[in-house]
């Protein structure tokens, strides 16, 4: 039993520090890892389109999320109060990871001033090309001007990371 034990902990050792090296590999921020996102076009609730290519240029935080998901919902309120403080300097989207009825519902409820696109659960695949392997949410991914990826997280994030990307990215 001890020896399956700690064949389970190398595993996942190995496992986390292979995430860590996939991160820090220089190139992990580079075009190829973005490409997807900016060919990416997806319909908004309240209709029209949200066409990733119109927003390379800016700086840009992206968020995945689902209405079914706690952490997300938590923090939308947070993520819709750092959009209007930064707007002009970083644009905030999200990405839902749901069915266009639920987020309809969800942002009829808790409006959010910043757009967001609806993937459905094909979005689990673009988050994981951008450097999420597990598809779990609550996801963000920070890009330059250039559309570089900057850093990415995933789970909830908090004040003071908002705070932190805008300084690395709205120079």
Known sequence: MQRRHWMMLAGATAGLAGAAAWRLRPDAGGAAASAPLWATRLPQVGGGELAFSELKGQ??????????????????????????????????????????????????????????????????GLARELGNPQGGLPFSVLFDRQGQIVDRKLGETLPAELQDWARRVAS
Do not use: H, Y
């Open 59 to 124: 700086a840009l935080l992206v968020n995945f999320w689902a209405t079914w998901c706690p952490p997300c919902v938590k923090e939308m309120p947070l993520l819709d109060r750092f959009a209007r403080e930064q707007a002009g300097r970083v644009t905030v989207v999200g990405i839902a990871v749901d069915r266009a009825e639920a987020v309809r519902a969800f942002l009829a409820a808790t409006p959010v001033g910043f757009r967001i696109g609806v993937a459905g659960f094909a979005g689990s």
